[in-house]
Nanobody, 114 residues
Framework: VQLLASGGGLVQAGGSLRLSCAASGINFRIHTMGWYRQAPGEQRELVGN???????NYADSVKGRFTISRDNARRRVYLQMNSLKPEDTAVYYC?????????WGQGTQVTVSS
């Protein structure tokens, strides 16, 4: 299983970024895909996830600002982040659980300046 996240960067508060995660080694269309983030000195936390059927759930902290989508044909999951805040600064990881085991991408850094 390989998950390659991209799209991070430096953005001013109020700006937007779109993260992408390309998956291989799994039957992508049947899996729930997740996005997590980890800020310095903090535990990794769930940002949200999207089911195989396309239903998405979000952490309260990002509801109304972030949107998760997926493209099964391209085996990609996306995280559209709008109205970014300095507290959104973190390394963002995509995730999948396969046969009871979690797999993680390498992470992509998002930095939001005030």
């Amino acid at each position: 299983v390989q998950l390659l996240a991209s799209g991070g960067g430096l953005v001013q508060a109020g700006g937007s970024l779109r993260l992408s995660c390309a998956a291989s080694g799994i039957n992508f269309r049947i899996h729930t895909m997740g996005w997590y983030r980890q800020a310095p000195g903090e535990q990794r936390e769930l940002v949200g996830n999207i089911s195989s059927g396309g239903s998405a759930n979000y952490a309260d902290s990002v509801k109304g600002r972030f949107t998760i989508s997926r493209d099964n044909a391209r085996r990609r999951v996306y995280l559209q982040m709008n109205s970014l805040k300095p507290e959104d600064t973190a390394v963002y990881y995509c995730n999948v659980v396969r046969a009871g085991r979690p797999f993680w991408g390498q992470g992509t850094q998002v930095t939001v300046s005030s």
